[in-house]
Antibody
Framework: EVQLLESGGDFVQPGGSLRLSCAASGFTFSSYAMTWVRQAPGKGLEWVSSISDNGGSRYYADSVKGRFTISRDNSKNTLYLQMNSLGAEDTAIYYC?????????????????WGQGTLVTVSS | DIQMTQSPSSLSASAGDRVTITCRASQGISNYLAWYQQKPGKSPTLLIYAASTLQSGVPSRFSGSGSGTDFTLTISSLQPEDVATYFCQKYDTVPWTFGQGTKVEIK
């Protein structure tokens, strides 16, 4: 059974930094691209960032580009999101999500497993 | 960037009713469209991919259709456990954008 367990969410002041983690189990983590999706309170889903299976390709939403860095440690089966220069607009539940397939040549990126999320609150 | 627009933003229907949710892409995305269900207080779960393919374990009362720019999610007979917010997502190219969601309630 696929399990994704996020952690690291916290209350942080504007301009601060935070690192989120997502511990994966139940599948061959190193074979799958992974993604962070966030959801502001009472709002919809927003794709944040994705990383390829070997970490060689990284993608970011314009809203976080230059401030957030996605990374992974395949030896630890863990996905990370380093968040810097946080603002109130970054307040959200952050979910990690697994790509639907480990076949890289298959086009597209949708998500067949999601974690339970970790809450980031940015406020003074 | 391609925008995804869902309608309606919310709906209320009786148990047993047929419910249809629409998702429109601002440009053609072929059939690279997924639907997710998010029950209150829970994480999203995948319902449909490739516009019309049901994810394993999803009840057959759910169906999807469409291609290009216009897509629909249909619940053939609404059940109390279907109370949730439904999101579409384009997954062809970056950015992998979601629709704003449709909240489904039972009358």
């Amino acid at each position: 059974e696929v399990q994704l367990l996020e952690s690291g969410g916290d209350f942080v002041q504007p301009g601060g930094s935070l690192r989120l983690s997502c511990a994966a189990s139940g599948f061959t983590f190193s074979s799958y691209a992974m993604t962070w999706v966030r959801q502001a309170p009472g709002k919809g889903l927003e794709w944040v960032s994705s990383i390829s299976d070997n970490g060689g390709s990284r993608y970011y939403a314009d809203s976080v580009k230059g401030r957030f860095t996605i990374s992974r440690d395949n030896s630890k089966n863990t996905l990370y999101l380093q968040m810097n220069s946080l603002g109130a607009e970054d307040t959200a539940i952050y979910y990690c999500a697994k790509r639907f397939s480990n076949v890289v040549v298959l086009p597209g990126n949708y998500f067949d497993s999601w974690g339970q999320g970790t809450l980031v609150t940015v406020s003074s | 960037d391609i925008q995804m627009t869902q309608s309606p933003s919310s709906l209320s229907a009786s148990a047993g009713d047929r419910v249809t949710i629409t998702c429109r892409a601002s440009q053609g995305i072929s059939n690279y469209l997924a639907w997710y269900q998010q029950k209150p207080g829970k994480s999203p779960t995948l319902l449909i991919y490739a516009a019309s393919t049901l994810q394993s374990g999803v009840p057959s009362r759910f169906s999807g259709s469409g291609s290009g720019t216009d897509f629909t999610l249909t619940i053939s007979s609404l059940q109390p456990e279907d109370v949730a917010t439904y999101f579409c997502q384009k997954y062809d190219t970056v950015p992998w954008t979601f629709g704003q969601g449709t909240k489904v309630e039972i009358k």
